[in-house]
């Protein structure tokens, strides 16, 4: 797993996502407001997306393992048991998604 998602949970993430006109923004010190996501679960993914980026936690990564991180989406993935589909459904486990699982 990426370093940020195993190691703690971010800080006051309900206070980072603002729902907006039916989608979801995600508040950041970088930009104002990240968005907009079509849920809540795709916006937490984008945040913590955006803080492992800003933080440089990806640079202790292999190059393929931080591109899956960077281009994974959980609405569109389609391995059966994705850990990092797991990991962002445990930090928000009463989010509805609809995933492309085969």
Request: charged share 30%; glycine share 4%; hydrophobic share 40%.
């Amino acid at each position: 797993m990426i370093g940020i998602m195993d190691n703690r949970p971010l800080f006051e993430v309900e206070k980072r996502l603002l729902p907006r006109e039916g989608g979801w923004l995600v508040k950041t010190r970088e930009i104002p407001e990240l968005g907009p996501y079509r849920s809540r679960l795709e916006a937490i993914e984008a945040l913590y997306r955006h803080v492992t980026i800003c933080t440089g936690v990806l640079r202790k990564e292999k190059p393929e393992r931080a591109r899956q991180f960077v281009q994974h989406s959980i609405t569109e993935c389609k391995e059966p048991d994705c850990e990092l589909c797991n990991a962002l459904l445990a930090l928000a486990p009463d989010a509805n998604v609809v995933q492309l699982k085969a």
